[in-house]
């Protein structure tokens, strides 16, 4: 009985070696995957980190970019509003010219029916004086 009991220790403790040493390898696996995995882990921050920076710095500039083209836009609404404002002016004052063009038309054209008038008119007492004077000469002579 001792004999089997030793014997059946011996076994056992050769077992209780073979676990130990399946253990460890199992241990040392174990831990050279948890490694493994934590580094993937840091590089997966790393990257992760990386996006996020990028990300913010993207969405500042879409920011700026767009702060940019509202002032810029603006800027364009109040330059449209200005040249229309003297769009409006010069319209008016093309208007003005016409009107102003219209009513001195007439009055040249009637300053040119008074000077017709006139120089008709001084035509013909040029003619009657001019007659007269034929006479007197004709007859002085």
Same mark, same amino acid.
């Given at each position: 009985?001792?004999?089997?009991?030793?014997?059946?220790?011996?076994?056992?403790?050769?077992?209780?070696?073979?676990?130990?040493?399946?253990?460890?390898?199992?241990?040392?696996?174990?831990?050279?995957?948890?490694?493994?995995?934590?580094?993937?882990?840091?590089?997966?921050?790393?990257?992760?980190?990386?996006l996020?920076? +990028?990300?913010?710095?993207?969405?500042?500039? /879409? !920011?700026?970019?767009? %702060?940019?083209?509202?002032?810029?836009? =603006?800027? &364009?609404?109040?330059?449209?509003?200005?040249?229309?404002?003297?769009?409006r002016?010069?319209?008016?004052?093309?208007?003005?010219?016409?009107?102003?063009w219209? +009513?001195?038309?007439?009055?040249?054209?009637? /300053? !040119?029916?008074?000077? %017709?008038?006139?120089?008709?008119?001084? =035509?013909? &007492?040029?003619?009657?004086?001019?007659?007269?004077?034929?006479?007197?000469?004709?007859?002085?002579?």
């Amino acid at each position: 009985l001792e004999i089997n009991l030793k014997r059946h220790i011996s076994v056992l403790e050769q077992s209780k070696k073979e676990l130990k040493g399946e253990m460890a390898v199992k241990l040392k696996d174990g831990q050279d995957k948890l490694t493994s995995l934590e580094q993937k882990m840091g590089m997966q921050t790393e990257i992760i980190s990386s996006l996020q920076d +990028r990300i913010e710095t993207l969405e500042r500039q /879409l !920011q700026q970019q767009r %702060d940019t083209n509202d002032e810029e836009l =603006d800027k &364009l609404r109040n330059e449209g509003s200005s040249n229309l404002a003297l769009i409006r002016c010069q319209e008016q004052t093309i208007l003005s010219l016409k009107s102003d063009w219209k +009513r001195q038309s007439s009055e040249y054209l009637e /300053l !040119q029916n008074k000077y %017709d008038e006139l120089k008709d008119g001084t =035509d013909n &007492l040029l003619m009657e004086e001019g007659g007269m004077y034929g006479a007197e000469n004709a007859q002085g002579s």
